[in-house]
Antibody
């Protein structure tokens, strides 16, 4: 059974960089059938896709976040990571990592999710 | 970005009711749409993908339909475990709808 687990600081100061890692177990991150994504959810609000990366390092980002976001992958550790720079209180959210299914060569829906980790910017 | 609008935002229903949630896209997304269920404090769970395909392990009382700009998620007979918030998501730029909370009437 595939499992994803987010890890990283739960508290980040304004203007600093939020860094999270997602560890994938029960499966290999090196697959052309799946990409890997970060999604966030501010408290009491809806879901927002942040970005997606393939095992080979091809990445896609939400345009409004692109200038502040970097997603990277480490296949040797079966992990992928998120860095969000210059954070503000508006970046306070539960951050989820997820497996992004590839449909006809394009990432489509998210079929496995981590449990999420709350990051507070304060 | 393609905008996704869900209605209603809140729905009150009883066990056994047939429930329908609508998701509208600001431009055509063909059948590239998924539905998720989320319970408080938990990660979303995939229910439906490609507008009408049922994810493995999801009860058959859940169904999805639609194409282009209008989609529906139907729960044929609401069960106690179904009280949750439901989100649609399109595959073009991965935007989610605002969510529909299904409450106990």
């Amino acid at each position: 059974q595939l499992q994803l687990q987010e890890s990283g600081p739960g508290l980040v100061k304004p203007s600093e960089t939020l860094s999270l890692t997602c560890t994938v177990s029960g499966g290999f991150i090196s697959s052309s059938t799946y990409y890997w994504a970060w999604i966030r959810q501010p408290p009491g609000k809806g879901l927002e896709w942040i970005g997606t990366i393939s095992y080979s390092g091809n990445s896609y980002y939400k345009p409004s976040l692109k200038s502040r976001v970097t997603i990277s992958v480490d296949t040797s550790k079966n992990q992928f990571s998120l860095k969000l720079r210059s954070v503000t209180a508006a970046d306070t959210a539960a951050y989820y990592c997820a497996r992004h299914v590839v449909c006809s060569g394009w990432p489509c829906h998210f079929d496995y999710w981590g449990q999420g980790t709350l990051v507070t910017v304060s | 970005d393609i905008q996704m609008t869900q209605s209603p935002s809140t729905l009150s229903a009883s066990v056994g009711d047939r429930v329908t949630i609508t998701c509208r896209a600001s431009q055509s997304v063909s059948t590239w749409l998924a539905w998720y269920q989320q319970k408080p404090g938990k990660a979303p769970k995939l229910l439906i993908y490609k507008a009408s395909s049922l994810e493995s392990g999801v009860p058959s009382r859940f169904s999805g339909s639609g194409s282009g700009t209008e989609f529906t998620l139907t729960i044929s007979s609401l069960q106690p475990d179904d009280f949750a918030t439901y989100y649609c998501q399109q595959y073009n730029s991965y935007t989610f709808g605002g969510g529909t909370k299904v409450e106990i009437k």
